[in-house]
């Protein structure tokens, strides 16, 4: 009956005590609330204590997230739409300045993290071609996006590792123009380098003639 009653009370005293603790684990960072107000930050991994209805413990992940938006349409300096499908690899580097930014929803940050990216994403695809942009530098471009993302996302208690572009295609009418072009630009090549065999072939044969008559003049003399 005395064993019955120490469990009964241990497992009371377990039951309030956890109203009293809270555990970090180490891929996690907590902010404490009093009364609503934000407190601390700090937390390391571990056991901590809380006071239960006074205190409130929010946790957010310290690993890198990713944000994978839908695609866009942007203008380059041709005034040609490309659409472009990104993704940001991302993470809360200052929770207080995050919290306060976002009220901790997730969508949110997501939300305003994508603005500053496609801000970027518009302004540095307005000043390159669509060749520019598909095959030629686009390494430099997303280097330029991160970069400014990143300064920009500070405010927010975020830090911006890398934007990274899955594909970048052309709308049907762009394709088909770049296409065009294309084909216009290998005939013309195609043009100029006939032309510039049939040049040299009539020099060749106008060099063998001429060997040739002098060849006859010289065995006939």
Known sequence: MDIKKILIGLIALVFFGSFFVFIVDEREQAILFRLGEIKRTDYKPGLHFKIPWLNEVRK???????????????????????????FVR???????AFFRATKGDM??????LYQKINDGLR??????????????ERSELMGIVT?????????????????????????SEVSNSVYDRMRAERERVARDFRSRGA????????????????ILAEAYR
């Open 123 to 136: 302004s540095e695809f307005g000043k390159r071609t669509v060749q520019q942009v598909v095959a030629g």
């Open 60 to 86: 957010f992940e310290t690993r890198l997230l990713t944000l994978d938006s839908e695609a866009e349409r942007f203008l380059t300096s041709e005034k040609k739409d490309v659409i472009v499908d990104t």
């Open 147 to 171: 970069a400014n993302a990143n300064a920009e996302a500070t405010e927010l208690g975020m830090v911006v590792v890398d934007v990274r572009t899955k594909r970048i295609d052309l709308p």
């Open 90 to 96: 991302w993470r809360i580097s200052n929770l207080e």
């Open 199 to 214: 040049e040299a072939a009539e020099r060749i044969r106008a060099t063998a003639d001429r060997e040739r008559t002098v």
């Open 107 to 112: 969508r949110r940050a997501g939300i305003l």
